[in-house]
């Protein structure tokens, strides 16, 4: 059984930055590829960014490309989400999940419907103003 708990969130400006944090325990960390999801009031799960379990892969939706940045450390059984140039809309909770992808042959492989992930974070709030 893996646990996901997650932090860093927290009330920003329109145009500011945070790091949000995952911290896994419980699994071997490697084994796992991992995902942001975010939910905002009145809407559906969505995804938002996921790696694979080298880090080799990564891929974003579109609307956060070249803003946010996923990235892990296997050694701190951790996965980042620096989230930039934030606006209102990404007003969430921000969850992170992971799903069991380990091997040579699942080394590229990254997961962006939240159904295909076997575990979840409780979430970390963020809140933008403008």
């Known amino acids: 059984q893996v646990q996901l708990v997650e932090s860093g969130g927290g009330s920003v400006q329109a145009g500011g930055s945070l790091r949000l944090s995952c911290a896994a325990s419980?699994?071997?960390?490697?084994?796992?590829?991992m995902g942001w999801f975010r939910q905002a009031p009145g809407k559906e799960r969505e995804f938002v960014a996921a790696?694979?379990?080298?880090?080799?892969?990564?891929y974003y939706t579109g609307s956060v490309k070249g803003r946010f940045t996923i990235s892990r450390d296997n050694a701190k059984n951790t996965v980042y989400l620096l989230v930039s140039s934030l606006d209102p809309e990404d007003t969430a909770v921000y969850y992170c999940?992971?799903?069991?992808?380990?091997?040579?042959?699942?080394?590229?492989?990254?997961?962006?419907?939240?159904?295909?992930?076997?575990?979840w974070g409780q979430g970390t709030q963020v809140t933008v103003s403008s």
């Open positions: 999940a992971a799903r069991r992808a380990a091997g040579a042959v699942h080394s590229g492989r990254i997961f962006t419907n939240g159904h295909e992930y076997d575990y």
């Open positions: 419980g699994g071997t960390f490697s084994n796992y590829a």
């Open positions: 790696i694979s379990w080298t880090g080799g892969r990564i």
